[in-house]
């Protein structure tokens, strides 16, 4: 699975990034990066794909990156909805077509 | 509006076996790959499986392969997971999820998702 933190926070207003670590055999090597949004009781919500592209209708707000092994999510301008869980997700070349992070849970303050 | 409904799930003593369905609507079902996503309750995401929109190309993860088996009928907009053998650990939500079709044969995002089924596995 991709590394991601437990747990992160922030308050309204303010920025937060969650770091999403993997090898060269994912998120190293390919630009195959997705995020999801998973608010309790819910089905997950494509945030971004392909590293920073966002679907229609996903706010600006949210916004990728990637730096070798690790891609990042990039949450601007801290809202009280945005409180939900969090999780990247690559390509692989591994067993699997496809691995997930373990979701970080963002708390805003 | 995409809508994907799952059905199918319930409870089922190890060794048993459930199939699956999720309905599809509000997109050319056969222009995408499908794939199914599960959730331990609680838990993390885990990808279970896909399949191109044709239905002759197919994956599955190491910890599925060989006791489940993903199909696909494009006349009814349907998605089937036949689940057999199954173990407690294969405890789960399942969730039907449609691709972008961003590479590979059925690989890409996820772009929409259904509400998930629960599926319990337990004596």
């Known amino acids: 699975a991709l590394t991601q933190p437990a747990s992160v926070s922030g308050s309204p207003g303010q920025s937060v990034t969650i770091s999403c670590s993997g090898i060269?055999?994912?998120?190293?090597?390919?630009?195959?990066v997705s995020w999801y949004q998973q608010h309790p009781g819910k089905a997950p919500r494509l945030l971004l794909y392909d590293v920073s592209h966002r679907p229609s209708g996903v706010s600006h707000r949210f916004s990728g990156s990637k730096s070798g092994a690790t891609a990042s999510l990039t949450i601007s301008g801290l809202q009280s909805e945005d409180e939900a869980d969090y999780y990247c997700?690559?390509?692989?070349?591994?067993?699997?077509?496809?691995?997930f992070g373990g979701g970080s849970r963002l708390t805003v303050l | 509006e995409v809508v994907l409904v799952e059905s199918g799930g319930g409870s089922v003593q190890p060794d048993g076996s459930l199939r699956l369905s999720c309905a599809a609507s509000?997109?050319?079902?056969?222009?995408?790959?499908m794939h199914w996503v599960r959730q331990t309750p609680g838990q993390g995401l885990e990808w279970v499986s896909g399949?191109?929109?044709?239905?002759?190309?197919?994956g599955y993860a190491e910890s599925v392969k060989g006791r489940f088996i993903i199909s696909r009928d494009n006349a009814r907009n349907s998605l089937f997971l036949q689940m057999n053998s199954l173990r407690v650990d294969d405890t789960a939500f399942y969730f039907c999820?449609?691709?972008?079709?961003?590479?590979?044969?059925?690989?890409?995002?996820?772009?929409?998702w259904g509400q998930g089924t629960l599926v319990i596995v337990s004596t």
């Open positions: 997700c690559s390509y692989t070349t591994s067993n699997s077509l496809t691995v």
């Open positions: 060269t055999h994912d998120v190293g090597g390919y630009n195959y």
């Open positions: 399949i191109n929109w044709k239905g002759d190309s197919i």
């Open positions: 999820a449609k691709s972008n079709g961003g590479y590979g044969d059925y690989g890409g995002a996820f772009d929409s």
């Open positions: 509000g997109f050319i079902f056969d222009d995408y790959p």
